[in-house]
């Protein structure tokens, strides 16, 4: 029992916002999203390298043909999302809060929608572990939490770690979002399935899917989905956010904590979101690669708030017109959830492969009040996740002093929100910490770059240095040299001379 | 044409919700739990009470306002943030309820201006304005600090009329026979008489004590009232357990030792708890966020402290009551507290060291 008392905590932090999921949870996922003229598709949708594209403005594609191939170790290849027309490979502006143009492919859709030749996989389990993380790799699946990690990465490094437990998180913790819990409602025996390839693709053992408690109907259906699978355990989970954080959920299953630097495979564990398996399913059965997701489109702003399957690349602005969104309403448009998602300036900008919602927020929804200023409450430090004191952080950060919130723990903040969250003085916490991030990295550059110069400097002063010694030397010896011809010429003439007397 | 959706407010980091709770709901909540104690004071200590509480609010925002507005700051959306009255409510609480009404003001002025403003404002300063103001008024002016008011409720036929309240509070006139020494006080005195605790206590009721039915400070004397109060703040999650139970428990097992080993000298634990500003200090006072530590443990640690500094001033100091300067003592020891203890990060060990991988 003392031990259970003393033992450390599997939870940390955390709020329980309200969840706003009501809108979209309880009906079925749309899958007659009428198909988009144009689809715009970036070529970096993934943590890494971006895509590097292999077709050109004027081909004819299918669905499914790869458009854009995986660079380098850490990168993900792009199919595309429909068949029809390349009519633009250029720079268009990323579902990114700044809207900074990025490599995309303009895709002139033809209507109709017609596939590549795919290769169907009767039996996976006969293909080596190895194909299994390559045609995962090939058929650009990522992480679809949010993350965008490339699955087969994790895949390869799991197997190489050998893990014993993979973790499928069915937490979706953000409030608002609900395309995992649809996903899972709907198509859980698609999901486990995607597990046992996952599983055998790892050459791991055991899987724990973990559902957070207020998914009822999900956890029901993946639980009977997954009966006659001794390997894989259905588990419920507190709700509370961010259950769904991946450190903090394979410390609640495993009790393991993974250490700074380190990644979760070399301590045994693996942790896959239930979408990632899902496009697992498809991609490896039905050799489809990912070209379409399941979105939640919601907030006071939409008149019909829905999940939504659409292919990637459809501008937002279209599925706000499908959902009726109320444009003059709207006070923000969020692709993620209201706790960690990122505002986009506009809704001219394609869903990718990240993107779990879109919502448009309404003022009342935002909290977007005067800051105040901080009466040390110490909400913060409580309801962090990852222990740090969000409080000292920003009060350093205020006064420039960004070296002492990179001591007080600046980088171990996961930018989860609960802070800004929880403060009642309305201080935006994490904006803080995010420009100090950026601002510590920018100095980095700044003073790296300022070696280097330095460096160049030197050696070419040391070169030139250089050069100008060995042409002294030479000037040096070619003067002896002469000296020494002239003296030999003279010490000749003078014996000739000697010679003629 | 096409119509886009634009983002019509600042493009700011999550969360992009939040909770409704604010810095005002926050004083007005810990206001409405001292509520019923203050009441509860005003009404047995009658109009003069009341007029001294009043003028210390009044004067503590003339002197908030004046002093954002010699900072340039908002006066309108700061004045209301409820913690200049708080900190004027809490300061009233602990003064004599007959004590002149520049009593007030002074104590109020030295609240804001030294005691909060100077540092910068809400959320800067070291020390808990209250305490400080209250600390300052007793050592300059001993006498009116000391001057404890009898009971005498609101209408009864042996109070001050309002008239006669009047004069207390604003001319000073104190009527013979109407005050005398809190027990804590009597206590005091009565052993420099070479007195014993079984001899003093003859006429102690803690029943009264406990419903507040005593001399004692404006709104301090009802532990029933402060306690209950107490608990519903914890109740409403505004402030936690850690330094109120540290406090008291500290208080009840020390003074329990002393008083088991000698009781004709040691004050029985009961009686602690039950008298001077125990349980306002507590729940009320050392639980200011601005200047109690920000973790849970660092708390206990605080409530140790406080609880330690009030039971040896009271039983060896000089002043019968020690409760503000424990408070202001451990407010100092805050920034250390702070310093020291911190949560562990998530994946390194408490120096900041990466974890060791095992697997």
Same mark, same amino acid.
């Given at each position: 029992?003392?031990?259970?008392?003393?033992?450390?905590?599997?939870?940390?932090?955390?709020?329980?916002?309200?969840?706003?999921?009501? $809108?979209?949870?309880?009906?079925?996922?749309?899958?007659?999203?009428?198909?988009?003229?144009?689809?715009?598709?970036?070529?970096?949708?993934?943590?890494?390298?971006?895509?590097?594209?292999?077709?050109?403005?004027?081909?004819?594609?299918?669905?499914?043909?790869?458009?854009?191939?995986?660079?380098?170790? *850490?990168?993900?290849?792009?199919?595309?999302?429909?068949?029809?027309?390349?009519?633009?490979?250029?720079?268009?502006?990323?579902?990114?809060?700044? @809207?900074?143009?990025?490599?995309?492919?303009?895709?002139?859709?033809?209507?109709?929608?017609?596939?590549?030749?795919?290769?169907?996989?009767?039996?996976?389990?006969?293909?080596?572990?190895?194909?299994?993380?390559? /045609?995962?790799?090939?058929?650009?699946?990522?992480?679809?939490?949010?993350? &965008?990690?490339?699955?087969?990465?994790?895949?390869?490094?799991?197997?190489?770690?050998?893990?014993? &437990?993979?973790?499928?998180?069915?937490?979706?913790?953000?409030?608002?979002?609900?395309?995992?819990?649809?996903? +899972?409602?709907?198509?859980?025996?698609?999901?486990?399935?995607?597990?046992?390839?996952?599983?055998?693709?790892?050459?791991? #053992?055991?899987?724990?899917?973990?559902?957070?408690?207020?998914?009822?109907?999900?956890?029901?259906?993946?639980?009977?989905?997954?009966?006659?699978?001794?390997?894989?355990?259905?588990?419920?989970?507190?709700?509370?956010?961010?259950?769904?954080?991946? /450190?903090?959920?394979?410390?609640?299953?495993?009790?393991?904590?993974?250490?700074?630097?380190?990644?979760?495979?070399?301590?045994?564990? &693996?942790?896959?979101?239930?979408?990632?398996?899902?496009?697992?399913?498809?991609?490896?059965?039905?050799?489809?690669?990912?070209?379409?997701?399941?979105?939640?489109?919601?907030?006071?702003?939409?008149?019909?708030?829905?999940?939504?399957?659409?292919?990637?690349?459809?501008?937002?602005?279209?599925?706000?017109?499908?959902?009726?969104?109320?444009?003059?309403?709207?006070?923000?448009?969020?692709?993620?959830?209201?706790?960690?998602?990122?505002?986009?300036?506009?809704?001219?900008?394609?869903?990718?492969?990240?993107?779990?919602?879109?919502?448009?927020?309404?003022?009342?929804?935002?909290?977007?009040?005067?800051?105040?200023?901080?009466?040390?409450?110490?909400?913060? %430090?409580?309801?962090?996740?990852?222990?740090?004191?969000?409080?000292?952080?920003?009060?350093?950060?205020?006064?420039?002093?960004?070296?002492?919130?990179?001591?007080?723990?600046?980088?171990?903040?996961?930018?989860?929100?609960?802070?800004?969250?929880?403060?009642?003085?309305?201080?935006?916490?994490?904006?803080?910490?995010?420009?100090?991030?950026?601002?510590?990295?920018?100095?980095?550059?700044?003073?790296?770059?300022?070696?280097?110069?330095?460096?160049?400097?030197?050696?070419?002063?040391? /070169?030139?240095?250089?050069?100008?010694?060995?042409?002294?030397?030479?000037?040096?010896?070619?003067? @002896?040299?002469?000296?020494?011809?002239?003296?030999?010429?003279?010490?000749?003439?003078?014996?000739?001379?000697?010679?003629?007397? | 044409?096409? *119509?886009?959706?634009?983002?019509?407010?600042?493009?700011?980091?999550? $969360?992009?919700?939040?909770?409704?709770?604010?810095?005002?709901?926050?004083?007005?909540?810990?206001?409405?739990?001292?509520?019923?104690?203050?009441?509860?004071?005003?009404?047995?200590?009658?109009?003069?009470?009341?007029?001294?509480? %009043?003028?210390?609010?009044?004067?503590?925002?003339?002197?908030?306002?004046?002093?954002?507005?010699?900072?340039?700051?908002?006066?309108?959306?700061?004045?209301?943030?409820?913690?200049?009255?708080?900190?004027?409510?809490?300061?009233?609480? =602990?003064?004599?309820?007959?004590?002149?009404?520049?009593?007030?003001?002074?104590?109020?002025?030295?609240?804001?201006?030294?005691?909060?403003?100077?540092?910068?404002?809400?959320?800067?300063?070291?020390?808990?304005?209250? +305490?400080?103001?209250?600390?300052?008024?007793?050592?300059?002016?001993?006498?009116?600090?000391?001057?404890?008011?009898?009971?005498?409720?609101?209408?009864?036929?042996?109070?001050?009329?309002?008239?006669?309240?009047?004069?207390?509070?604003?001319?000073?006139?104190?009527?013979?026979?109407?005050?005398? $020494?809190?027990?804590?006080?009597?206590?005091? =005195?009565?052993?420099?008489?070479?007195?014993?605790?079984?001899?003093?206590?003859?006429?102690?009721?803690?029943?009264?004590?406990?419903?507040?039915?005593?001399?004692?400070?404006?709104?301090?004397?009802?532990?029933?009232?402060?306690?209950?109060?107490?608990?519903?703040?914890?109740?409403?999650?505004?402030? =936690?357990?850690?330094?109120?139970?540290?406090?008291?428990?500290?208080?009840?097992?020390?003074?329990?030792?002393?008083?088991?080993?000698?009781?004709?000298?040691?004050?029985?634990?009961?009686?602690?708890?039950?008298?001077?500003?125990?349980?306002?200090?507590?729940?009320? *006072?050392?639980?200011?966020?601005?200047?109690?530590?920000?973790?849970?443990?660092?708390?206990?640690?605080?409530?140790?402290?406080?609880?330690?500094?009030?039971?040896?001033?009271?039983?060896?100091? #000089?002043?019968?009551?020690?409760?503000?300067?424990?408070?202001?003592? +451990?407010?100092?020891?805050?920034?250390?507290?702070?310093?020291?203890?911190?949560?562990? %990060?998530?994946?390194?060990? /408490?120096?900041?060291?990466?974890?060791?991988?095992?697997?």
């Amino acid at each position: 029992m003392l031990r259970t008392l003393f033992a450390k905590p599997r939870l940390r932090g955390g709020v329980h916002a309200e969840e706003r999921k009501s $809108a979209t949870e309880s009906s079925p996922v749309i899958t007659s999203f009428p198909l988009p003229k144009k689809l715009y598709i970036p070529l970096q949708q993934h943590v890494g390298k971006p895509a590097e594209p292999m077709i050109k403005v004027g081909d004819t594609v299918l669905k499914g043909q790869l458009l854009a191939y995986s660079q380098g170790m *850490i990168s993900a290849p792009v199919h595309a999302p429909s068949s029809g027309l390349i009519i633009d490979v250029n720079d268009y502006p990323a579902p990114h809060p700044s @809207a900074l143009p990025i490599r995309t492919i303009v895709l002139e859709t033809d209507g109709k929608d017609e596939w590549i030749n795919i290769v169907q996989v009767d039996d996976p389990f006969a293909l080596a572990p190895e194909e299994i993380s390559f /045609r995962v790799g090939a058929a650009g699946i990522v992480g679809l939490g949010g993350a &965008t990690f490339p699955t087969a990465v994790k895949l390869n490094m799991g197997r190489e770690n050998q893990v014993q &437990t993979l973790i499928i998180n069915g937490a979706e913790c953000e409030p608002y979002l609900t395309c995992d819990d649809r996903l +899972m409602q709907e198509r859980a025996a698609a999901i486990i399935d995607g597990v046992r390839i996952m599983l055998h693709g790892m050459g791991t #053992a055991s899987a724990v899917v973990a559902v957070e408690d207020n998914k009822s109907h999900a956890y029901s259906a993946m639980y009977t989905a997954a009966l006659p699978y001794p390997q894989i355990e259905v588990i419920q989970i507190p709700t509370r956010y961010p259950m769904g954080w991946d /450190r903090q959920l394979i410390r609640y299953v495993t009790g393991k904590e993974i250490p700074v630097g380190a990644r979760s495979s070399e301590l045994g564990v &693996t942790i896959h979101n239930v979408g990632t398996a899902y496009a697992v399913h498809k991609a490896i059965r039905y050799g489809q690669p990912l070209v379409n997701r399941i979105v939640t489109v919601s907030g006071g702003a939409v008149a019909l708030p829905m999940n939504v399957e659409v292919p990637l690349g459809t501008i937002i602005n279209e599925l706000f017109s499908f959902c009726q969104v109320n444009m003059d309403k709207t006070a923000r448009i969020i692709m993620g959830g209201p706790m960690m998602g990122d505002p986009l300036p506009h809704s001219a900008l394609p869903v990718v492969k990240g993107t779990s919602g879109v919502l448009a927020l309404t003022k009342d929804e935002l909290r977007d009040k005067q800051e105040q200023p901080c009466i040390r409450c110490a909400s913060c %430090i409580t309801v962090c996740p990852a222990g740090l004191r969000p409080l000292d952080m920003a009060n350093n950060i205020r006064i420039n002093q960004l070296d002492t919130a990179v001591d007080l723990g600046l980088k171990d903040c996961i930018s989860c929100g609960c802070c800004s969250y929880i403060c009642p003085s309305n201080i935006p916490l994490v904006q803080y910490f995010k420009y100090a991030t950026g601002e510590v990295m920018a100095r980095q550059q700044a003073q790296h770059k300022s070696e280097q110069t330095k460096k160049l400097i030197e050696t070419r002063n040391a /070169r030139i240095d250089k050069i100008a010694r060995l042409q002294a030397e030479e000037e040096r010896e070619r003067l @002896a040299a002469k000296a020494e011809r002239e003296r030999r010429l003279a010490a000749e003439a003078a014996e000739a001379e000697q010679e003629v007397s | 044409m096409i *119509i886009y959706a634009k983002a019509t407010t600042k493009l700011r980091s999550g $969360a992009h919700i939040g909770t409704k709770t604010s810095v005002s709901s926050i004083m007005g909540k810990v206001m409405l739990a001292i509520a019923p104690a203050t009441v509860f004071g005003l009404y047995c200590f009658g109009w003069s009470a009341i007029f001294l509480f %009043i003028v210390t609010l009044v004067s503590a925002l003339f002197f908030e306002a004046c002093c954002l507005k010699l900072a340039g700051r908002p006066i309108k959306a700061t004045l209301f943030d409820g913690s200049a009255l708080l900190t004027a409510w809490l300061l009233a609480m =602990t003064l004599p309820p007959f004590a002149p009404w520049w009593v007030g003001v002074v104590g109020s002025g030295f609240a804001i201006i030294l005691g909060k403003q100077v540092y910068g404002g809400l959320g800067q300063n070291l020390f808990n304005p209250a +305490m400080l103001a209250r600390v300052a008024l007793l050592i300059s002016f001993p006498i009116e600090l000391t001057t404890w008011a009898n009971v005498s409720p609101l209408f009864f036929p042996s109070s001050p009329d309002i008239m006669e309240s009047w004069r207390i509070t604003f001319s000073s006139i104190v009527p013979d026979g109407m005050t005398g $020494a809190t027990t804590l006080g009597f206590i005091k =005195t009565e052993f420099s008489q070479n007195r014993l605790l079984p001899d003093i206590l003859k006429e102690y009721s803690s029943i009264s004590n406990f419903f507040g039915w005593t001399r004692g400070s404006l709104g301090e004397t009802s532990t029933l009232l402060l306690a209950g109060g107490g608990v519903w703040l914890m109740q409403q999650k505004i402030i =936690t357990w850690h330094i109120p139970v540290a406090l008291l428990a500290t208080v009840f097992l020390l003074s329990s030792g002393f008083h088991l080993a000698d009781s004709g000298h040691y004050v029985s634990p009961f009686l602690h708890l039950n008298s001077g500003a125990m349980f306002l200090v507590a729940f009320f *006072i050392a639980t200011d966020y601005v200047t109690s530590p920000n973790t849970p443990t660092g708390q206990l640690v605080f409530g140790v402290g406080c609880g330690l500094l009030i039971f040896v001033i009271r039983t060896w100091g #000089a002043y019968p009551e020690g409760a503000a300067f424990a408070v202001l003592l +451990m407010n100092a020891a805050t920034p250390l507290i702070d310093y020291y203890i911190k949560p562990r %990060i998530y994946g390194r060990d /408490r120096h900041g060291k990466p974890l060791e991988i095992s697997k």
